[in-house]
């Protein structure tokens, strides 16, 4: 099993990126798959999900009406636009992979994580 981010960067604030998790090794399309964060000496916390077929998505109030996740089944990839970047956006982005929306989770996976800096 592989999740691969990609996407991140350096950023002024009021702009944008576009992360990428390419994956392989199991079925990407019965995964719920959400993007995760974790600030310079915070816990990590969840950004957004999206359900297998990505007819539901939700977001932390953070990011709401900011940030989009969404998902390619065909490519078994799954995204997350970034606009109007604030500072606080600053973290370690991390890809996840869940065999179902409520735990216990037979299946858990994780990517390494991408850095995104907003900073002037």
């Known amino acids: 099993v592989q999740l691969v981010e990609s996407g991140g960067g350096l950023v002024q604030p009021g702009g944008s990126l576009r992360l990428s998790c390419a994956t392989s090794?199991?079925?990407?399309?019965?995964?719920?798959m959400s993007w995760y964060r974790q600030p310079p000496g915070k816990e990590r916390e969840l950004v957004a999900v999206?359900?297998?077929?990505?007819?539901?998505?939700n977001y932390v109030d953070s990011v709401k009406g900011r940030f989009t996740i969404s998902r390619d089944n065909a490519e078994n990839t799954v995204y997350l636009q970034m606009n109007s970047l604030k500072p606080d956006d600053t973290a370690v982005y991390y890809c996840?992979?869940?065999?179902?929306?409520?735990?216990?989770?037979?299946?858990?996976?994780w990517g390494q994580g991408t850095q995104v800096t907003v900073s002037s």
């Open positions: 090794g199991f079925t990407f399309r019965s995964y719920v």
């Open positions: 999206i359900s297998g077929a990505g007819g539901f998505t």
């Open positions: 996840n992979a869940k065999n179902s929306w409520y735990p216990p989770w037979r299946y858990n996976y």
